[in-house]
């Protein structure tokens, strides 16, 4: 590249300067120099930070921008912003008919000094939120028997998943909550339940989380998967980076709108998504929709690229020149128009629709500017128009892939907390609990219920079945 730069400047010795043309070569020229020299300032000071670090020194401070550059920098954010449809009024509900009533009291008028003609006229309704935090340790009496002419004894059975265990269900259960849902450590746990009456070692609360119930909860997962995918015409999918017992590793997230499952391996290839999706994938979902990362295609039927991540390459740049800005701000402009577009095709699909569309990407993306680096990215996004456009054929196709961009964070905030995972076993517990935990929000089914029903060897919430019968309302 710095011999086909070096060429490119001495042409310009050549060049007849009172050529309109040359002026748009050298705006374009000056674009790209100005480029290279914003991304070698920033190389430049992280290495002068690294090398600071490594002096036991700190690096740039992070100041804060102004007030000023925040609101500019908001409404900018505003202004960029792809709408996603009609906004739903909010409305909000009463805050008593989303609590659980455990009691009712009556509370009587002290009636003392008051007048003697007082009607009875009802009651006013005030409610009051408490949680109790105490002990429930039971001493089990367990009758015995023996048999003289068998030479054994019979001991009574307590079932209910306490067989085995010091520890109750409900103690079980909030440790799951509290360690996948509220991202708590395994150490706060056990110095929370210690606190609180319960004798628990840190290595128990380790076992509960990891051990326990692994080959259950495993089986709950491949349902909610299957289930999940059976639901929908298409999936969701995303990965992010972390620690798989100090090496570098995946989380990969497949979901739609009514489950969420994880994936954790050393590898983020295609051949490795293919294996973990390989019973997945002989169910009915038709599209997969994901960014640009070449993992993620040719494993669906389909693939459809998120709108939101291929407009951000557009966002990305930078121009320094009036004019290149002027180009830049009408394009994107007509992008997020054709977005909008979309958006009523999905709500409201027709056939003749779709060559006005496809007519109109061409339109759009087959255009020059005249700002090279502009022009460059509209080459790429033409390039995509297949996957982009993946919406015309299969309507129900989101257009962006918020969903699980969204819910790759939760186990990104996880993993920021714990560090990654540590073991074999506890790279099936995070698969399996943050699987769960992640459908049961969607499905408005408590995670913490949930589990108390799993460790109890009686759970009668079937996440599988309510994804497809949710399916069939919405």
């Known amino acids: 590249m710095e011999k086909k730069l070096v060429e490119r400047i001495k042409n310009f010795q050549n060049k007849d300067f009172g050529n309109p043309e040359t002026k748009g070569e050298v705006i374009n020229l000056l674009e790209f120099l100005f480029g290279i020299i914003e991304a070698q300032a920033a190389e430049i000071q992280a290495l002068k930070d690294e090398i600071n670090k490594l002096k036991g020194e700190k690096g740039k401070p992070d100041i804060k921008s102004s007030k000023k550059d925040t609101d500019r920098k908001a409404n900018e954010k505003k202004e960029d912003k ?28 002290d009636k ?44 009574a059975k307590l079932g209910g998943g306490l067989d085995g265990t010091e520890f109750g269900v409900e103690t079980k259960a909030l440790i799951s909550t509290l360690y996948f849902e509220n991202r708590v450590t395994e150490n706060k746990i056990t110095s ?40 929908s015409e ?11 017992s100090g090496k570098n590793g995946y989380a990969t997230i497949v979901c739609n709108n009514l489950f969420a499952a994880f994936f954790i391996n050393f590898s983020k290839s295609r051949e490795t998504v293919k294996t973990f999706l390989t019973a997945a994938l002989t169910a009915l979902f038709t599209v997969l929709v994901g960014d640009d990362a070449p993992q993620f295609k040719n494993i669906s039927k389909r693939f459809a690229l ?35 577009k979309l958006e009523k095709y999905k ?22 500017t005249g700002y090279e680096d502009l022009d460059r990215r509209l080459r790429l996004t033409l390039s ?8 015309l054929e299969h309507p129900a196709t989101p257009l962006h892939n918020n969903l699980s961009e969204n819910g790759v964070r939760e186990i990104v905030m996880k993993r920021k907390i714990s560090g990654g995972v540590k073991s074999d076993a506890g790279v099936v517990a995070w698969e399996n609990n943050m699987s769960i935990l992640a459908t049961c929000k969607k499905l408005g089914v408590s995670y913490y219920e ?25």
């Open 384 to 391: 995509k128009k297949n996957d982009l456009l993946t919406v």
């Open 306 to 340: 998120c709108w939101v991540h291929e407009e951000r390459h557009y966002k990305k740049l930078n121009p320094i020149f009036d004019s290149s800005r002027a180009e830049l701000k009408r394009v994107r402009t007509e992008i997020w128009g054709y977005y909008r």
């Open 192 to 231: 929370f339940l210690n606190s609180n009456g319960l004798s628990i070692s840190e290595g128990t609360v380790s076992n509960i989380l990891t051990e326990e119930k692994s080959k259950e909860l495993s089986g709950i997962k491949d349902e909610l998967v299957k289930a999940g995918l059976e639901s």
């Open 82 to 109: 792809m709408e996603s449809g009609a906004k739903k009024e909010w409305q909000k509900r009463s805050k008593v008919e989303r609590i659980k009533i455990d009691r009712e009291q009556v509370v009587k008028l």
């Open 347 to 368: 709500d409201n699909p027709k056939s003749e629709m779709k060559e006005i569309l496809q007519n109109e990407f061409d339109t759009i993306f087959g255009q020059t």
């Open 234 to 244: 298409y999936a969701q999918i995303d990965d992010t980076g972390m620690k798989i």
């Open 112 to 155: 003392t000094g008051l007048p003697d003609d007082l009607v009875f006229k009802g009651y006013e309704d005030k409610m009051v939120q408490n949680i109790l935090i105490q002990t429930d340790n039971v001493l089990y009496k367990l009758e015995r028997y023996y048999s003289k002419a068998e030479g054994k004894t019979y001991t």
């Open 450 to 474: 949930f589990m108390k029903g799993v460790f109890s060897g009686n759970c009668t919430i079937k996440l599988h079945q309510i994804s497809l019968q949710r399916q069939k309302i919405i």
